[in-house]
């Protein structure tokens, strides 16, 4: 019996000397985590700040986004040698020394985890000014998910200034060689509707803010739809009434009711920061468009307001709601590294068999071969369904780096089920 018990004893021993690595390794991982107090810019609040190893850190996104609800001080940009740089300036932002902002309605839930973070790949440097520059220390910034460049607010503050009270956390107070504008406060309308559309649900948040935009706004494309001229013959007048009352861009847009790809994109995103979610902005230059990338469950998805968004029909889509990379690319092309189409044209896909495709990204290729040669009617056969990788996406992207017979491309596409083919009309405008 005694011998009995010495085994257990010693396997539970060295099952728990195997697993103290393990749990070592676990309790070493950094994680980012929700915050609900305001980033002061000088005399300009922003949200979307994060916690991280209990310091306060910005994501330069936050800097990007806080445009539309104001004019920072504050900008951010990504240069050529691969880097971000950070550069302050009032004097070259305001000609009269005023500016109109909002102060953000946070609805964030403080103290939630986010998820692990890692340190970042990219450079961070900031302006001292206008010919120095300073390289931030690898520690201080981090990256969620591989992408949300997020810096260490105290470490900004050694060039910037840092000081923290009950109001949230300041920088940007002693600017040198500007002059600090007057701030005249308006109504945050897109604050507003966060709060009253928040839960504890985080998917079910980002559902409600993207219907919300949807049953709010129609894109400019449709102003004058026969049903809005109907049924919305003042809107032109309440546009302009719009602009009157109000200066932050964001206002304008979601009172008038009428925007374009950027400012639904812009919206989502502000609501998204002040509910304490990661949210980006995707800009493709392929496509002229704009939409968005939000965080959850450890992943980043893509929404795209403005693409369910019917119009004048009144069905609400979800085709483009929390959308995965590989999901995206059927319909859609960006530059970034979670979208894999090939940065130039290789003419070795015109030797690819368009009877034969065993993947999306033969698919894709064979498509956009066929497209370059200038093809108006053409077949693709995938070999199973899962092979189809969609056709508007590989059009777009053949549209921006291809030497087309055209200044575009229209395309009509069919499946002819006893062939099990995908038909191409194009026509090359």
Known sequence: ??????????????????????????????????????????????????VINNEYYVPLETLNSGSKQCILPI?????????????????????????????????????????????SSTTVKTFTNATKTQTLPANAVYDLGGRYTMVRLKTLGEYFGYREDEAGIHICEDPSGGTIPTVTWEEDLAGQAAKSLRVEDTKQTLRAFHDYLINTLTHEDF????????????RYERIA???????????????????????????FQAMCLQAGIPCELVTSFDMDHTWNRVWLWGQWYHVDVTFDDPGPTPTLRTTYFLVTPDKMMDTHVWPDTDCTYPSEYDPAWEQIDPKNLTTADQFRKCLIAQLAQGKTQFSLHPTTAAAYGGYKGPIYWAMGHCSLPGWGVSCGCTYNSATKSYVFSIRYT
């Open 1 to 50: 019996m005694k011998k009995k018990w010495l085994s257990l004893l010693l396997a539970l021993a060295l099952c728990l000397g195997l697993a103290a690595p393990v749990m070592a390794e676990e309790t070493a991982q950094t994680y980012a985590y929700t915050c609900d107090k305001l980033l002061w810019l000088g005399p300009i609040p922003v949200a979307g700040l994060t």
């Open 75 to 119: 900008s951010f940009s990504y240069t050529n040698d691969s880097s971000y740089q950070i550069s302050v300036s009032y004097a070259n932002r305001w000609s009269n020394n005023a500016t109109k902002a909002v102060k953000p309605i946070m609805c964030t839930i403080p103290g939630l985890q986010l998820g692990a973070v890692t340190p």
């Open 223 to 234: 102003i004058d739809n026969a049903y809005f001229q109907k049924n919305d013959p003042q």
């Open 241 to 267: 009434q719009m602009w009157e009352k109000y200066g932050v861009f964001n206002n304008v847009k979601l009172a008038s009711r009428y925007a374009v790809c950027q400012d639904y994109a812009e919206l």
